[in-house]
């Protein structure tokens, strides 16, 4: 009953997690039933005690009783010591193993998720989702199903012993923990409240940070500000509610259960004025129930996290059960020409292409074009699997990519687009993330060709210089420079190309066109066009309006369509260059 799959989920223990589990609860009872035998120990030596006492008679068995104290201080070295291996050290290394497998699972889900669940939702699974349950797995399961399992033992020794003061003495643990459960729901609607709201604190910070130029510069500081503050509060006012109602039952609980060492004395005083029992049974009641409520404590004061967890392990049975974007781990095209078969797809419910058809041929560029929202990099997306399509079908040299496990799939590409992803490490290991495992010779000729060698060797350290966390010292330019470099270290034969709108400078740009043009040769090339340049020297070009092909062909074709798209935004593109000039 105590470790089935439902316990498993509600607390997002791994398989190994239930067996360390286990283990530490075996551990906890075995534990609070030494205690309890030093206890049992107390209550004879004390017996003996008095009786010398009273009948002066001799103290029979010394030795006997110093061995057995001895026994039990080692007894009970042992099993702390085994309980707390159990509880703790094998825990930790759980939570790595439950780290590391949230992590692979996030990589393997499909991108979908990841719009419905932002960044700092994630961070916030990954980070102090796990923390919480890493305290409840190390501190509060393993100590409380021991406790419980241990107070049952006990009860039933205590009722052969006694009946009337057993029950005097136990009738507090089962109504504190109805009193408890009852509050569960409640406690779990306000965690859940409480966690939206820090989400929301944490989303507005994030959000602060990464959008603080924009935000001085138009001098929203006091309208963000305001928000911020709204929300904390907010936030502070769900907080030291939940706590408040949770403190509340948890210490009435606690309260309850100490009540049984008053009725334990009225009944006890009861029968021994009626001569049922005698003074000495009474005091070993006493005894007992100084320790019986101790497994309770520990595992009481953590309950309120307990209920809290269970909302933190909810959030990871989610990810959990999203499925991952599987398939096929052999992919075999023949050549690799991508072609779109009445691609339909909606990020949402209102579909974003509708029966987009074209083919981009292996040794070709082609471009994609038309307004904006037309859907190009929707397309762009769909080619590299990071969606899957709703209906139709992309295939790479034949083979629909659905079927082939997007890792796999991804071997073929190369990713060139704007936002470019840079990490906090040097320059090097920033390009050979192009290729796990390239040496620093292919990294530097890659490095070259990508004309990133001479704004490199200006940088304080060369290739070893930090970047900075995404390539804050960088200018657009060099950061997509360094993209090109990883792509032409990984060579793969599809190359899906984002070309950047925004501010290069003339020189840069050249640089950019110069290193472009050695990554393309040769690939299947899918770009999302908007220089003329490269659409004039694109071999096909595609129009996308509105999530309809409205126009293909080669540029000259399309040129001399008299009401065509291309053809008009080509000649606002001319005005436009006039304009600037
Ligand atoms: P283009 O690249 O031609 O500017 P997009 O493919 O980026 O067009 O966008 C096509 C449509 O899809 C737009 O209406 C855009 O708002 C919508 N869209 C793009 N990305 C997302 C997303 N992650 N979630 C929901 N809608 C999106």
Not at 28 to 51: D, K, R, S
Not at 89 to 102: C, K, M, N, P, S
Not at 381 to 398: C, F, H, Q, T
Request: proline residues 2%.
């Amino acid at each position: 009953m105590f470790f089935g799959e439902k316990f498993r989920r509600k607390y997002a223990l791994t398989n190994q997690g239930i067996v360390n589990v286990k283990k530490a609860t075996f551990w906890t009872v075995v534990v609070n039933l030494v205690v309890m035998c030093g206890m049992g120990i107390l209550y004879f030596l004390m017996m003996q005690f008095m009786n010398s006492l009273i009948n002066g008679a001799d103290f029979p068995n010394a030795s006997m009783y110093t061995a057995a104290v001895i026994a039990f201080i080692i007894l009970s070295l042992v099993t702390h010591f085994q309980q707390y291996t159990n509880s703790y050290t094998l825990v930790y290394d759980e939570i790595a193993a439950t780290r590391v497998g949230l992590a692979e699972k996030l990589r393997r889900l499909p991108l979908g998720f990841f719009g419905k669940r932002d960044l700092s939702d994630l961070t916030e699974t990954l980070m102090s989702d796990m923390n919480r349950l890493e305290h409840v797995w190390s501190h509060v399961l393993g100590y409380l199903q021991g406790a419980y399992i241990s107070t049952a033992l006990i009860a039933i020794g205590l009722l052969i012993f006694d009946w009337r003061l057993a029950i005097a003495c136990l009738w507090g643990v089962p109504v504190a923990f109805i009193l408890l459960f009852g509050s569960r729901k409640l406690s779990k609607k306000y965690s859940y409240e409480t966690k939206g709201k820090g989400l929301d604190v944490a989303d507005n910070i994030q959000e602060t940070i990464e959008n603080v130029r924009e935000i001085r510069a138009t001098n929203q500081e006091e309208r963000y500000l305001a928000e911020l503050n709204g929300k904390v509060d907010d936030f502070e006012k769900t907080m030291i509610r939940t706590e408040l109602v949770t403190g509340l039952f948890v210490n009435g609980a606690s309260v309850i259960m100490r009540l049984g060492v008053a009725t334990t004395i009225l009944v006890g005083a009861k029968l021994i004025m009626s001569g049922q029992i005698d003074f000495m049974l009474l005091f070993m009641f006493l005894l007992v129930i100084t320790r019986i409520y101790a497994p309770f404590d520990q595992s009481l004061a953590l309950i309120a996290e307990v209920f809290i967890s269970e909302v933190s392990a909810e959030r990871m049975e989610q990810i959990a059960d999203t499925p991952a974007a599987g398939g096929s781990e052999v992919f075999a095209p023949q050549g690799h020409d991508i072609v779109f078969r009445d691609v339909i797809f909606a990020y949402d419910e209102e579909p974003v292409l509708n029966g987009v058809s074209f083919t981009a041929k292996e040794g070709e560029v082609t471009a994609l074009v038309g307004p904006s929202g037309g859907g190009k990099s929707t397309c762009a997306r769909l080619a590299a699997r990071l969606w899957d399509v709703d209906s139709g079908s992309i295939e790479v040299g034949g083979v629909d990519i659905k079927t082939i496990d997007s890792e796999v799939l991804l071997g073929d590409y190369s990713m060139v687009f704007q936002d470019v992803v840079l990490f906090d490490d040097t320059v090097m290991e920033n390009i050979r993330l192009g290729r796990h495992g390239a040496s620093d010779k292919d990294v530097l000729a890659a490095a070259k060709a990508a004309n990133c060698d001479e704004f490199v060797k200006n940088l304080p350290a060369g290739y070893e210089t930090p970047i900075g966390e995404n390539g804050a010292r960088l200018s657009g330019g060099e950061r997509q420079r360094i993209s090109i470099a990883r792509a032409l270290l990984k060579d793969a034969p599809i190359v899906l190309l984002d070309e950047a709108t925004a501010s290069l400078d003339v020189e840069n740009e050249t640089k950019v066109q110069e290193a472009l043009s050695k990554l393309l040769a040769g690939k299947t090339v899918l770009v999302i066009a908007h220089r003329m340049r490269t659409v004039e020297a694109a071999d096909k070009i595609v129009v996308l309006d509105h999530g309809v092909v409205a126009e293909q062909g080669t540029p000259e074709e399309l040129l001399e369509k008299k009401d065509g798209i291309f053809r008009h935004m080509t000649q606002l593109q001319a005005q436009g260059a006039a304009y600037r000039i």
